[in-house]
């Protein structure tokens, strides 16, 4: 009897003893489930992207030219949803970048430096068929990451660098959002994006340079890259703005819903995008300085 009037007056005051309020915590909510959901789905879709990626950047060749390639065509048709294209401007502008990245195919035999000026004409010649300049603007910023990962892929030792230059944005991602979480602070750029941070601008930086120098030690990254690994973080951090403005513009929280979770392609590459040409230049230093000399000889000569 005095269990029973204990558990009728604890109902009767909303109380919940321990052991209820231990089975109550199991209870998720709609929302937590679905949180869930969405961070299961997230994690797997990362992993398979990570795995498909370094599988294809560890073959080299066609697979990665074929894998860089379609991410390019990718991102040039997000980039024309952005800018609101209709469906006949779309299909121009994958003609017409398709050009200069299919020079660029390890079996064609346009070298390089001539895929770089069909990437310019393509862009002059969407400017003059869409008098756009912001869709002309999409050739070089798909274009010109396309031919650097391309060509930095193919040094001597391409798969290192390679990776070095699309690891550190991933360094400096997730080194921005740590310490971003646990200091807080002013915001970056409240206008833009709202949940960013200088103490995650700053915190990516420090990841990023503490990345370039394992690389150093552990697998004999040059220093030029090295040296030039946190101001690329700059770089990187400076492309996830600009991206996240042309949402903001566009009115959209992502720029495609191709990855379960991720959003679209621009989504995963935005930090990438300005950062590979950069490196790309970086890496091929020695290789301009020298024809840059030749070209002086010649002068002289």
Excluded at 16 to 27: G, T
Excluded at 100 to 112: D, K, S, V
Excluded at 283 to 300: A, F, T
Aim: charged share 15%; net charge positive; proline share 5%.
């Amino acid at each position: 009897m005095a269990r029973f009037r204990r558990s009728s007056i604890a109902r009767r005051c909303g109380i919940i003893w321990p052991a209820s309020a231990a089975l109550w915590r199991l209870v998720s909510t709609p929302d937590q489930t679905l949180k869930r959901t969405e961070l299961v789905t997230r994690t797997v879709a990362g992993l398979a992207m990570a795995g498909f990626t370094l599988t294809m950047l560890w073959l080299g060749g066609i697979a990665f030219w074929l894998t860089t390639v379609l991410l390019g065509l990718g991102v040039i048709v997000e980039w024309a949803n952005l800018a609101k294209a209709d469906a006949a401007t779309k299909r121009l502008m994958l003609f017409t970048l398709s050009v200069p990245l299919a020079i660029m195919c390890p079996l064609a035999a346009g070298p390089n430096f001539f895929a770089l000026g069909l990437i310019f004409a393509a862009a002059i010649f969407t400017l003059a068929t869409t008098r756009r300049p912001d869709l002309a603007a999409g050739m070089l910023y798909t274009g010109l990451p396309v031919l650097a990962l391309l060509l930095i892929r193919k040094q001597p030792d391409g798969l290192m660098m390679t990776i070095w230059a699309m690891a550190l944005v991933w360094v400096c991602d997730v080194g921005a959002f740590f310490v971003g979480r646990a200091i807080g602070g002013v915001r970056l750029a409240p206008m833009i994006s709202p949940n960013k941070t200088w103490a995650g601008f700053v915190g990516g930086m420090v990841a990023a340079a503490a990345f370039g120098a394992v690389m150093h030690i552990g697998w004999g990254l040059p220093w030029r890259l090295t040296l030039a690994t946190p101001a690329l973080a700059i770089v990187a951090q400076a492309g996830d703005l600009y991206e996240s403005w042309l949402k903001r513009r566009a009115g959209v929280k992502d720029s495609g819903t191709l990855l379960p979770g991720h959003g679209g392609l621009m989504d995963r590459v935005d930090g990438l995008i300005p950062v590979a040409p950069i490196a790309a230049f970086l890496v091929m230093l020695p290789e301009i300085e020298e024809l840059l000399m030749e070209l002086l000889r010649g002068l002289w000569a």
